[in-house]
T-cell receptor
Framework: GAVVSQHPSWVICKSGTSVKIECRSL??????MFWYRQFPKQSLMLMAT?????????EQGVEKDKFLINHASLTLSTLTVTSAHPEDSSFYIC????????????FGPGTRLTVT | GQQLNQSPQSMFIQEGEDVSMNCTSS?????WLWYKQDPGEGPVLLIA?????ELTSNGRLTAQFGITRKDSFLNISASIPSDVGIYFC?????????FGTGTSLTVIP
């Protein structure tokens, strides 16, 4: 149980285009989902916290107009990287917190984004 | 944000050896979590600690929540090749979730 999927698992796009990444909790409902970014050999950095039905809360230094987050249902959150540039190339990981839980988080397998 | 420092940064050990790594925080937290991340994958929760002094085991893994609530350690006994990966500690309070700097473990068969 507690499976989180991400789609796509990897994507290559051209500079200036937008990319949407989906995060789904497959067997539980998640009021809160998190989006992380991870550079090679580095730790996960929290980008934003999204709560179903409300606006996402972005961490300091993360541009909300560039990284659009939508959490329209209890099982789906999306991250759209708008006008992507090569420096946006990274490993993006989402996690989902089961509704009613205070601390648990289950992570997706990640999405490798390469912007050329 | 919170500073979570892990040590050592990397470890190279022989199969069968025991491993110990720790994590220290600049602040007091109520929950310590230990995750393992395989290359190209998301982190997987290994052990969760909820109170100071708590010692919890999960198979060959043992973790303890420090009495000061500012540190935690993770031990792996009798390491095997599949233990290879990056181990992260994490702290959480409500919607805030912070990962440590990670310890990269390599097990030499």
């Amino acid at each position: 149980g507690a499976v989180v999927s991400q789609h796509p698992s990897w994507v290559i796009c051209k500079s200036g285009t937008s990319v949407k990444i989906e995060c789904r909790s497959l067997d539980f409902q998640a009021t809160t989902m998190f989006w992380y970014r991870q550079f090679p050999k580095q730790s996960l950095m929290l980008m934003a916290t999204s709560n179903e039905g409300s606006k996402a809360t972005y961490e300091q230094g993360v541009e909300k107009d560039k990284f659009l987050i939508n959490h329209a249902s209890l099982t789906l959150s999306t991250l759209t990287v708008t006008s992507a540039h090569p420096e946006d190339s990274s490993f993006y990981i989402c996690s989902a917190r089961p509704s009613g839980s205070s601390y648990e988080q289950y992570f997706g397998p990640g999405t490798r984004l390469t912007v050329t | 944000g919170q500073q979570l420092n892990q040590s050592p940064q990397s470890m190279f050990i022989q199969e069968g050896e025991d491993v110990s790594m720790n994590c220290t925080s600049s602040s007091i937290f109520n929950t310590w979590l230990w995750y393992k991340q395989d290359p190209g994958e998301g982190p997987v929760l290994l052990i969760a600690l909820y109170k100071a002094g708590e010692l919890t085991s999960n198979g060959r893994l043992t973790a303890q929540f420090g009495i000061t609530r500012k540190d935690s350690f993770l031990n792996i006994s009798a390491s095997i090749p599949s233990d290879v990966g990056i181990y992260f500690c994490a702290e959480t309070t409500g919607n805030q979730f912070y990962f440590g700097t990670g310890t990269s473990l390599t097990v030499i068969p």
